[in-house]
Each structure stands twice: as structure tokens, then as C-alpha cells.
């Protein structure tokens, strides 16, 4: 079926559910406490020592390869909290807070503190051994890594579903980076989400590139319990852009011996993580809200890079992984302009909304989302 609703859908989030503050604070208790938040690859951290650091929920994180596992800290001073590395990414075997020099080891325990005498517990209270940073659960699907801020909930396998084994497969070793996007949506979480969730805009705002929504008799539709996919044959479009993506995406399949599909896939993770697939590339986005009004576009691209392929092959695809990686930048920036102007409007509405039979996903993530706002917090 291509799409499953027979008519047109209500829009089950108000528009104060993009800007209240109470419902951030809801969203973050019941929705991201306990799930899986991917904050970046094994590319962006590949040798021991080397470390990026994220914020997540108002927390700093430090993430570092510490030979070879990745392992996730709080970024945070145990002693007087100071942040312990500003910069995004570096190395660093041991980290040293740059206000007391405090020294932590690979377990996130101090090593080293100056004048340690002045911190030894007292003789009759409870010596909870040496001060440490809070650490997190860490797990990868394929190269992309993921942390968890609560030490309760499901395995990253099991709140991936059946999507975990396709995921790591295409971020796993037969491909390689191509594009690395760290963005500010400038709106709340939920309206980049939804943004992805229906191509009914493409006409209009990505007309310089791709065009319009591929039609019902072109689309598919598979709307899950924890997630919806749409799928259609990639044809050749009016649009430029577009025709020369299908075009030279088909030859390069071809001339290195692969058989293309010409099929496009996008799937949407509950809550926060998007995928699109092709066959020469892999596209994950997460949008990671930071505040009611406003989000942090975390984009990582990969593109084929079979390990058994001669190194011209890898590089013809490396050359193609960048010109895709541009096209990406373009339609990235396109959605991003029209984001501050819904914000402003949903901020002004005065009606409900709706939604049409061909955004029926942004319908299942909404029914999903009030489910999950109005359970308990201690449901599972």
C-alpha cells in the first residue's frame, strides 16, 4: 500500500508543543532519559587518545578512544566543575582540568591532584575512594557511536529494532566518510524531525534541486511502532541536480562492477534519528533539542567504499562521495532557511493544523510522541 490513511489527518501536536517549556521538560523526562543519543563516528575519534566532546540534555560529554574503546565521561570538573575541554575535538592521553590540574585516568578517576593531603577524607566519615567523573554507556552500530545518559533502559540493539542490522551494515567497514554537518536548526527538535518526514515541500522549497514529492503511485509507506520508512524508485527528474544525481549514480555502479537498485530509503528512528539511503550513499541526521525553541543538527554522510576494491575504484567513489556531500550541503541549507519562520509561526498560530494523507509519518511520530508523554515515567 502506498499510503495508509484514506483521508486527510489531524495534527495531534499543538502548536505550543513546539515552544512550552513544560513540554520540553516533559519531552526530556519521558522521551530522551533513557534513549540512545548518537553523538558521532569512530572516524571523528580513530586513534587512542583522541576525544570529542558533545552536550547532551544540558550535559557535557567527553568522549575519547582509549585504545580503541570508546568510553563517555562527563566533561566536568569533580572538583570545582570546570569544564575540562572546550574545543570540539583534540587528543589527550591523561585530561587535566586547566583550573586546579586536576589529572583523571582512563576510568575517569583522579590521578593526580595537587597538595592531595587537602582532600583525604575525614578520619570519621565514609571514604568513598578517589573522585571520579560520571561515565555513560556507550554503544556503536556499525561506526556510528551512541551514548546513553541513564543507567537503566534497553541495549542499543534493542532500541534500534530491526533496523540495527541495516545500519550498521551500511556505516560499517564498506563505507566511508563523506560529509561531517554540525548545524543550528534554529527551531525546536520536532520541527527539523518533521520536516524530514514528508517530501509534499519539495516543490516548493527544493525546486532548484530535486523537485517535488514522487506521488503516491511512486511512494511507499511502512509505519512501525517505533519507527516509519518511505521508499520509492529513484527515476530521472525535471530538476538538473536531480538528473545528474541518478545519472552518474547509475554509471558509477556500473563501471565498478556493482548492480544498482535505484531505490531511496528513509527511515525515521524514534524519536530524534533520521537515515537515507541509496546505493552509493548512507546519510544519518539527528536533531538534538537544546532548548524549546531551539535544536542542534548533528549530520554525518557515507559513501560505498568496498574493502575488496582496487584503490582507484575507492577513489572514483571518493570523488563522488564529495560532489554528494555538496548537493547534501545545498538541500540541508534549503530546509534550514524556511526553519526560523516556522518556528515564528508556530509561535503566533491560532489554529490546530492538519496534515494530508501523504504525511501520514509525521501523523505516527506524533500519535507515538503523546503516547509516550502521557505514560507513566516509570513505564518502560
Not at 513544560?22 to 553523538?39: C, I, N, P, S
Not at 573522585?131 to 543507567?151: D, E
Not at 517505533?226 to 556500473?254: H, M, N, P
Not at 563501471?255 to 548512507?282: I, K
Request: hydrophobic fraction near 35%; include cysteine; aromatic fraction near 10%.
Amino acid at each position: 500500500m502506498a499510503y495508509h490513511a484514506r483521508g486527510r489527518l489531524p495534527h495531534l501536536s499543538p502548536p505550543s508543543a513546539y515552544y512550552d517549556p513544560g513540554q520540553y521538560a516533559l519531552e526530556q523526562a519521558r522521551v530522551f532519559a533513557t534513549a540512545w543519543r548518537f553523538v558521532g563516528t569512530l572516524d571523528e575519534i580513530p586513534a587512542h587518545g583522541d576525544f570529542l566532546t558533545r552536550t547532551i540534555a544540558g550535559l557535557p560529554l567527553i568522549l575519547r578512544n582509549l585504545k580503541g574503546e570508546v568510553r563517555a565521561f562527563s566533561n566536568v570538573c569533580a572538583h570545582r566543575h570546570c569544564l575540562l575541554r572546550r574545543n570540539r575535538y583534540g587528543k589527550a592521553e591523561l585530561l587535566t582540568c586547566p583550573y586546579h590540574g586536576w589529572v583523571y585516568d582512563w576510568a575517569g578517576k583522579v590521578k593526580r591532584a595537587r597538595e592531595p593531603q587537602l582532600f583525604q577524607p575525614p578520619p570519621d566519615g565514609p571514604n568513598d575512594g578517589r573522585p571520579a567523573l560520571a561515565r555513560y554507556r556507550t554503544a556503536l552500530c556499525g561506526r556510528l557511536i551512541f551514548v546513553r545518559l541513564s543507567q537503566d533502559g534497553s541495549s542499543l540493539q534493542e532500541f534500534m529494532g530491526e533496523l540495527y542490522d541495516l545500519i550498521a551494515e551500511r556505516f560499517g567497514d564498506d563505507w566511508r566518510p563523506s560529509l561531517r554537518l554540525d548545524v543550528d536548526y534554529r527551531a525546536n527538535w520536532k520541527v527539523a524531525v518533521e520536516n524530514a518526514l514528508e517530501s509534499y515541500h519539495g516543490a516548493e522549497l527544493h525546486r532548484r534541486t530535486f523537485g517535488g514529492d514522487p506521488g503516491e503511485a511512486r511512494s511507499e509507506h511502512r509505519l512501525e511502532p517505533g519507527w516509519t520508512q518511505f521508499s520509492t524508485k529513484i527515476e530521472i527528474r525535471q530538476r538538473l541536480a536531480g538528473r545528474i544525481y541518478c545519472e552518474v549514480e547509475d554509471s558509477l555502479l556500473r563501471f565498478v562492477g556493482e548492480t544498482p537498485t535505484a531505490t531511496y530509503r528513509h527511515f525515521h528512528l524514534f524519536p530524534n534519528l533520521t537515515f537515507s539511503l541509496t546505493d552509493t550513499v548512507s546519510y544519518v541526521q539527528c536533531m538534538e533539542p537544546v532548548s524549546p525553541t531551539g535544536s542542534d543538527g548533528l549530520i554525518r554522510q557515507f559513501t560505498l567504499s568496498r574493502r575488496r576494491w582496487s584503490p582507484w575504484r575507492r577513489g572514483l567513489l571518493a570523488l563522488w562521495g564529495a560532489a554528494s556531500a555538496r548537493l547534501t550541503r545545498r538541500i540541508v541549507g534549503e530546509d534550514m532557511a524556511i526553519y526560523p519562520d516556522l518556528q515564528r509561526g508556530l509561535e503566533g498560530s491560532q489554529q490546530a493544523g492538519l496534515l494530508g494523507r501523504n504525511e501520514e509519518r509525521i501523523h505516527a511520530f506524533q500519535a507515538w510522541l503523546r503516547e509516550r508523554l502521557a505514560a507513566s515515567p516509570t513505564d518502560p
